[in-house]
């Protein structure tokens, strides 16, 4: 159980970096588009780590055992829609658009579905990995007993 716990909280970190790597080149495609030359405060960052967290908490739901192609498009799309309304929603609360000039929500949700897509991808392959070394290890231990 233990095991399971530090994998997952692991698994959460790495996410995380990934998001907020995400995070960071998408402020800066977004401000040197749509606000070439404002000067920012520290509090950004600290917002962005927030909203960094709030969406790598929704790797959470995803369940350690396999489950149906239908229920795991199911649960991505679920993830998709929290990321959408957590970046959106703090992203209007904290004053880094306009949700009334509709340039800045379209190249918001342009950024959140490069983002999405890009840090999906690397934690889909991340898992193929991982998944390919614990049967390889597996492997290596039964042949072991057997022998």
């Given amino acids: 159980m233990k095991e ?27 401000i040197t588009v749509f606000m070439p030359g404002m ?16 969406c790598s908490i929704g790797t959470l739901m995803y369940p350690e055992k396999a489950v149906s192609r239908k229920w795991m498009v199911a649960l991505v799309g679920l993830h998709y829609v929290e990321v959408n ?13 306009s949700i009334q000039y509709l340039p800045h929500v379209l190249g918001m ?16 392959r991340r898992g ?3 998944a390919r070394q614990m049967n390889q290890r597996l492997a290596e231990y039964q042949k072991s007993v057997l022998q």
Avoid at 4 to 18: D, F, I, Q, R
Avoid at 41 to 49: A, K
Avoid at 85 to 97: Q, T
Avoid at 109 to 124: A, G, Q, R
């Fill in 4 to 30: 399971m716990l530090a994998l997952k909280l692991k698994s959460l970190l790495h996410t995380y970096v990934c998001v907020m790597s995400g995070v960071i080149l998408a402020t800066a495609v977004f």
């Fill in 39 to 54: 000067e920012l405060g520290v509090e950004l960052l600290w917002q962005m780590m927030l909203v960094s967290f709030l």
């Fill in 85 to 97: 309304v957590v970046v959106l929603g703090f992203g209007f609360y904290f004053e880094w658009f």
């Fill in 109 to 124: 949700l342009v950024l959140i579905n490069v983002i999405f897509l890009i840090v999906s991808t690397i934690e889909w």
């Fill in 128 to 130: 193929k990995k991982i």
